[in-house]
């Protein structure tokens, strides 16, 4: 592992944390909690050094698939805006081995204006619920938007993300989106 994009990454990922830490303080949101059996699956690894059971593209989807759309009352996988052909996950299973998950979101219009806020919504889901050695990367599925070159930069982007999650009003919104999540 290149130990200076790890790091680079890992502080941007700490600040982003941090401040998601002080939205769920703000909003009473409750905490997420998984079963004892599946608690640091990231660390099961055996005495020779195999790899723990690596994440799929089925356990993304089923974290993302509950998020609540920001105009709808139905949920991002009801709405077909994330589709289980439409996530990559290249993951090894080792914990000191870096690993990505690519996310193509379908937005349910070309000209939808909640493209950026939603795919926000997958990162801070991602980013909560995934070890920190998982880069992120979202984009707008090909010819689904009007804006797909500018909607991508922006969901890639980390200053614009580490931006976006100080802004307390935006903070509000996707604690709502994810307020569905199980």
Known sequence: ICACLVGSEMCI????VE?????LQLNQAPELTTDESDEDTDDMA???GAPADPIDPQEIYDLIAHISDPEHPLTLGQLAVVNLK???VHD???KDRMAEVIVKITPT???CSLATLIGLGIRVRLERALPARFRITIF??????????????QLNDKERVAA??????????????????K
């Open 92 to 94: 090894e299973g080792y």
């Open 164 to 181: 976006a999650c100080e802004n307390d009003q935006l903070l509000g919104v996707i604690s709502k989106m994810l307020s569905t999540c």
């Open 140 to 153: 707008v599925k090909e010819g689904s938007h009007q804006s797909e070159n500018q909607v991508n930069k």
């Open 19 to 23: 401040l998601l830490t002080k939205l």
């Open 109 to 111: 219009i070309t000209h």
């Open 86 to 88: 439409d996530i990559e």
């Open 13 to 16: 990922r700490d600040r982003n």
């Open 46 to 48: 055996d005495e020779l």
